[in-house]
């Protein structure tokens, strides 16, 4: 294997070149339902390509453990995607920059408990990762008739480790 990946705490701005995340950190945009509801308005940028529409889907991962073997990432040319885990349970959220046409370095993220996040559209990275059971996420994507998944394996995996 390669040298190891080592975890990083999830944030707005060193995810930013890869998507977004979706919390509800500090003061919402706007209170609604007579005061008692506050609103984090517009948290993600969201495409779905042309001939694509949003769709909600549920996913049910099995959970994986620290260290972790990463040897495979994709990407999805045509669209987003958002992953919205449905449990306060942290899961691993691992993305690489593009480097002609391949993934570059992968970095790790360890998401805080109610984080979720969304990919913007052909981003590398690596398939849902929980870290605990039920691994159960809301995920919106695209849905479309074109091709939208484009797989890369390692050669060698590389380890992702904690950061603690």
Known sequence: MTAPIRTEPLSGESFAPFGDVLDAAGAPDRLINQGLCGRYHDRARLDFGPGGR????????????????????????????????????????IVAPDEGGTPGRPRAFLTAPGQGINLLRNIWHGVLTPLHAPGLFAVIDR????????EHWFPTPWLVASNG
Do not use: C, W
Request: a negative charge; charged letters at 20%.
């Open 143 to 150: 849905i479309g008739d074109t091709p939208n998944l484009e």
């Open 54 to 93: 949003a769709g909600i889907s549920i996913f049910k991962a099995e959970s994986r453990a620290l260290p972790y073997a990463l040897d495979m990432v994709e990407r999805h040319p045509e669209g987003s995607q958002a992953f919205l885990p449905m449990s306060l349970d942290p899961f691993l959220v």
